[in-house]
């Protein structure tokens, strides 16, 4: 199951305002965002900045049904991001990583 996702960076496609690359990232990853907001009983934690950061990461103890909504909407940015790959894999790169919970001390 995902937990969550980070964009980071400026595509450096064309000059700032006229990227396309980093538009359809920036796009996707806040419809994301959004989608989880709207969908979701609890509110998923997120950060951003105006230096091209997005970060967005589920809270704990949700339902079987609310993490299965989730799903959906993580994979369908994983599918966007992916078919943006395809084309501009000079400019983005998607990356999939394990998490581990950090132990307590």
Not at 15 to 24: F, I, K, N, T, Y
Not at 66 to 84: N, Q, Y
Request: charged fraction near 25%; hydrophobic fraction near 45%.
């Amino acid at each position: 199951m995902v937990k969550g996702f980070v964009a980071k960076g400026h595509a450096g496609a064309a000059p700032r305002g006229e990227d396309l690359v980093c538009a359809s990232v920036s796009a996707l990853t806040q419809t994301a965002l959004l989608g989880l907001d709207a969908f979701l009983p609890v509110k998923p934690v997120w950060q951003v900045d105006a230096q091209g950061y997005l970060e967005c990461w589920l809270p704990e103890g949700l339902t079987a049904a609310d993490s299965a909504k989730a799903e959906v909407i993580f994979r369908t940015l994983e599918l966007g991001l992916k078919s943006i790959e395809e084309g501009y894999g000079q400019y983005l790169k998607v990356v999939k990583r394990r998490w581990t919970k950090c132990c307590s001390k």
